[in-house]
């Protein structure tokens, strides 16, 4: 049971924030939520240890269709950073600022990137396309994310402070739109440049939030040094131009690492696993 020991530990700790919730909400909502959201994952990683070649993908579509369709589209709720910024605003701790709380801002002390991974719903649509492997090295634009970031906060402020009215249902055109937007922004850029995961790269806002919690992740990719042959194959399959090799804190793109585990299939030597120690 030891090498399921990792899939059984984050069913755990959803099940903890599931009751958890549950209980000081007094809303069975949050029981069903994290559960889904738990057993989900813990799916995925159950099925990658069973070596199900796409367990990773599975986990992605079951958790982001059910955020897009089931809470975005017929819940109503904004899910998207400007939905975290309005709960924010009206001082509720609900909805959008909980998930941002568990799976964006406190989650990633944890787990890092893993949101990016297997959660999100752009993501999960731009992986479908077919430069999984990105063919051109990694450019110099990661500044946009952070324009986008203080736009989505001035603008759901200028909503506030000009007493809009209606925000809420302006706040659900703008989660229709702003998906439409993402994903047509995701797939010119992909094609582009050849990588799939070029949105997440440079364009996607979330990202202010999750990089640097993600420096004190710790659960993480390790490199077993005495199994390493130096053979380059980590490098050319990561998604994110993550250095799997070195196992410092500081290591090249390190909080960009999402857990998709393609490093971990390709390595001939079995030498890189998920670990929790890192100088």
Not at 65 to 86: A, D, H, K, R
Request: proline share 4%; aromatic share 18%.
């Amino acid at each position: 049971m030891k090498k399921y020991s990792f899939p059984i530990m984050i069913l755990s700790i959803f099940e903890i924030i599931a009751i958890t919730l549950w209980l000081t909400k007094d809303n069975l909502f949050y029981l069903f939520n994290f559960s889904y959201i738990g057993v989900s994952i813990f799916l995925g990683t159950f099925l990658f240890i069973k070596k199900y070649p796409h367990a990773r993908r599975i986990t992605q579509l079951l958790v982001g269709i059910y955020m897009l369709i089931y809470l975005g589209f017929l819940c109503g709720e904004n899910m998207q950073i400007e939905g975290f910024w309005y709960y924010l605003f009206t001082g509720v701790f609900e909805a959008a600022t909980i998930h941002y709380a568990v799976a964006k801002i406190f989650g990633p002390l944890l787990f890092g990137r893993g949101w990016c991974g297997y959660a999100c719903w752009t993501a999960m649509v731009l992986d479908f396309l077919p430069y999984k492997v990105p063919e051109q090295p990694r450019k110099n634009f990661t500044w946009i994310r952070y324009i986008l970031f203080g736009s989505s906060f001035l603008w759901v402020a200028a909503l506030f402070l000009f007493q809009v009215n209606n925000i809420e249902k302006i706040l659900f055109w703008a989660f229709i739109w702003g998906n439409v937007l993402y994903y047509a922004v995701g797939i010119s850029l992909a094609y582009a440049f050849k990588d799939n995961r070029a949105f997440c790269k440079y364009i996607c806002p979330i990202t202010v939030f999750l990089k640097p919690m993600s420096y004190f992740s710790l659960f993480r990719i390790e490199c077993k040094k005495e199994k390493c042959i130096s053979c380059g194959k980590c490098k050319k399959v990561c998604p994110m131009h993550v250095d799997m090799t070195d196992n410092s804190k500081k290591r090249k793109n390190g909080t960009e690492c999402i857990l998709c585990m393609e490093c971990v299939k390709s390595c001939p030597q079995n030498a890189l696993s998920e670990g929790n120690h890192r100088k």
